[in-house]
């Protein structure tokens, strides 16, 4: 099993930075393609960004140029720097990993982030 704990959401301004963190449990991490997801009230849970265990990534179009995905290892640590935030952006942000075929899909608690002036 793989523990995922998101932190790093907040209120922040149109146009500010917030940077997420996922920290997972375990060895299995390094395996695990692993994907950041929101949640707007009344709306589906949408794949932001994605990025597998060699490192290629993947974007929602309405964010590309302004997040970027990231991971380390070594840290089993997942990571989503958020640039040029809109009010679009606020939703429950939440980590997933999981192992293709091998019927592992892990889901984080999710963290607020808000986009308000």
């Known amino acids: 099993q793989v523990q995922l704990v998101e932190s790093g959401g907040g209120l922040v301004q149109p146009g500010g930075s917030l940077r997420l963190s996922c920290a997972a449990s375990?060895?299995?991490?390094?395996?695990?393609?692993m994907g950041w997801y929101r949640q707007a009230p009344g709306k589906q849970r949408e794949l932001v960004a994605g990025i597998t265990s060699g490192g290629r990534t993947n974007y929602v179009d309405s964010v590309k140029g302004r997040f970027t995905i990231s991971r380390d290892n070594a840290k089993n640590t997942l990571y989503l720097q958020m640039n040029s935030l809109k009010p679009e952006d606020t939703a429950v942000y939440y980590c997933n990993g999981r192992i293709l075929g091998a019927g592992m899909n892990f889901w984080g608690q999710g963290t607020q982030v808000s986009v308000s002036s």
């Open positions: 375990g060895t299995l991490f390094s395996l695990l393609v």
